[in-house]
């Protein structure tokens, strides 16, 4: 409220004989130093009551009051304006009925606000007078409470005691209790119960990561789902440090050492199902930030047939993991889904009479029947001190979880020349570009043609929600964007597909993920080209001639199927010339 009215209110209250001139004079002078509504200096000063208070400036400005600490403010109204807003405006919605949002607001003159929430929660406002602190009080009791019942559905009928078993590869009796022992010091502390919210509520969105992130005066915590974040809880700050020494305590990290980075995993159980977390500790500004991992067995899916590849790089990968010998290297950004795809390659081709051994970091999803070794830098066990250890176990099949160097790349490639079959990951953003990175690290060409098999490059896209999925006619200037020709159409109207947003997809309009994968093979005549070390363009070009699905022909194939929509393609993808020159 403006200054002017202040004043006229404090004028309204000494006519109304509910102070003395003197009172309004000392609320005055205070307000000269402290920057606060005159009726809330005269209510903490004890001269007026919030309900005189309220009454007054009800009348003043001719709006209806209300009383929040009596009031039950709805759930439904909560969800339809974010606590941003809430906050950013001193209000918060309170009811609701057919297309009208009852708010109750500490200024409901302010039409930006007005306009912010209708806009937001796409209904009408009626403005309700509230005093500032009880709005503020009841953003913090009722947002905090709104998410803590959707985590309660989440977690209905789970206890501490036979939900949340922490384990740690590795670690011995002594270290055991000593972390039972401080997990029961703190059973009863609502960081606990925090905790498991966040832990339940990331499952519950089928989120791959969770984000726990200190600013200066509130905890955020967001979630990773389909490759993009989405926000969570928002609380104070003062919770920061009960979480992260919860997460390090179940990760069996320590929880005095705040200065460097720390990393570990922990396991639960929820209603008899195994999820797996890998945990980062990274200190920032205000404090440590933790990401965890959510490695849910339940969810992951291993089956190459089911991961969406289409049908030409998916017979290529298929062909060439059945070779007794050479290298397939699967490239793409963190997050990409490649080692899911070396995860599915290896249940494709294993058999009883086969010996599979994988080097990773961390293990992250443990495989029956298959020898798995995390490496471990602080006891010299790296990727490359372990390929050598590996390779005297005389195995078949050897997956490198990452070649991050030259000496790791080298053993690598040398294990694929002598009669081994090894998947791994590099870090490229084509198919052409696992060649040139090998390059880069030192590895003559000569070793590359005789070794690779196949090259390929993945992401991976939203799908369309299948239960609010519609067509549309796509424009023109799209199909251009895209690249989308008449030889894609084959003389057919193009339908596109979105998603129009409903509760199962949280309006998103999207659920789940498929793989977009361009995979490149050897042929004699890109051999000859990577022996003349070419230009990547180069190679691009011939493989694409050859026949090579490239990232965006397979999102362009996901579009035309329906699977997921053009905005996405172009959010993975670039189109083909402007990497083939």
Do not use: W
Request: glycine share 6%; hydrophobic share 40%; net charge neutral.
């Amino acid at each position: 409220m403006t200054a002017p009215l202040k004043e006229r209110i404090g004028v309204l209250l000494v006519k109304k004989k509910l102070i003395t001139e003197k009172q309004l004079k000392e609320a005055l002078q205070i307000q000269k130093d402290k920057p606060e509504k005159i009726g809330e200096i005269l209510v903490s000063l004890g001269h007026i009551s919030k309900a005189e208070l309220l009454e007054v400036l009800s009348e003043q400005l001719n709006i209806p009051a209300i009383r929040l600490g009596g009031y039950k403010i709805q759930p439904e109204a909560i969800k339809r304006v974010p606590r941003k807003i809430a906050e950013h405006y001193c209000l918060i919605p309170v009811a609701q009925f057919a297309n009208t949002i009852t708010v109750a607001m500490s200024d409901p003159l302010n039409v930006t606000a007005i306009d912010d929430v209708r806009q937001t929660a796409g209904a009408e406002v009626r403005p309700m007078l509230a005093m500032d602190t009880d709005i503020k009080e009841a953003i913090h009791t009722y947002y905090d409470e709104n998410v803590a019942q959707a985590l309660k559905e989440t977690m209905q009928g789970m206890t501490l005691e036979d939900t949340l078993q922490v384990e740690e590869a590795g670690s011995g009796a002594d270290s055991q209790g000593s972390t039972q022992e401080l997990l029961q010091l703190t059973e009863e502390e609502p960081v606990v119960k925090l905790t498991n919210s966040i832990l339940a509520e990331g499952i519950k969105r089928r989120s791959s990561d969770i984000f726990v992130e200190p600013e200066e005066k509130t905890l955020r915590v967001r979630f990773r789902v389909d490759g993009l974040l989405q926000e969570g809880i928002v609380t104070a700050h003062g919770m920061h440090a009960g979480v992260v020494s919860r997460i390090k305590v179940m990760s069996n990290l320590d929880i005095a050492e705040h200065r460097v980075a720390q990393d570990g995993r922990f396991k639960i159980k929820i209603r008899d199902k195994e999820v797996d977390f890998r945990v980062s500790v990274l200190p920032t500004y205000f404090g440590e930030k933790v990401v965890l991992r959510i490695l849910d067995k339940n969810q992951a899916t291993l089956d190459i047939e089911k991961l969406g590849f289409e049908p030409s790089p998916l017979a290529a990968l298929k062909k060439y993991s059945e070779h007794p010998h050479g290298m397939i290297a699967v490239c793409g950004p963190t997050g990409a889904g490649k080692t899911t795809t070396l995860y599915s390659v290896l249940k494709f081709i294993d058999r009883p009479e086969k010996n599979i051994v994988t080097v990773e970091d961390p293990v992250e999803y443990q495989m029956e029947g298959i020898n798995q070794v995390a490496i471990r830098p602080e006891v010299n066990l790296t990727f490359a001190a372990a390929l050598r250890s590996i390779l005297r176990q005389d195995p078949d099949i050897i997956m490198v979880g990452e070649i991050r160097d030259s000496e790791t790349a080298d053993i690598a490639i040398k294990a694929a020349l002598t009669g081994h079959l090894v998947l791994s990951t590099l870090h490229a953003t084509t198919a052409v570009g696992a060649v040139t990175r090998l390059l880069n690290m030192g590895i003559e060409p000569f070793l590359i043609t005789s070794s690779i098999l196949l090259a390929g490059s993945q992401r991976l896209v939203r799908k369309v929600c299948v239960k609010c999925k519609e067509t549309y006619e796509p424009p023109k200037e799209l199909l251009l964007q895209l690249g989308i020709t008449e030889q894609h159409l084959q003389s057919k109207k193009p339908l596109f597909c979105r998603g129009k947003g409903c509760e199962t997809c949280g309006k998103k309009g999207y659920s789940g993920r498929a793989v977009l994968l361009e995979a490149m093979t050897l042929t004699p005549a890109m051999k000859a080209l990577i022996l003349k070390s070419a230009q990547e363009y180069e190679m691009k070009r011939l493989a694409i001639a050859e026949g090579m699905m490239t990232l965006r022909e397979n999102g362009i194939s996901k579009i035309l199927q329906g699977t997921t929509t053009p905005e996405e393609v172009l959010r993975v993808t670039v189109r083909d010339g402007e990497l083939a020159g």
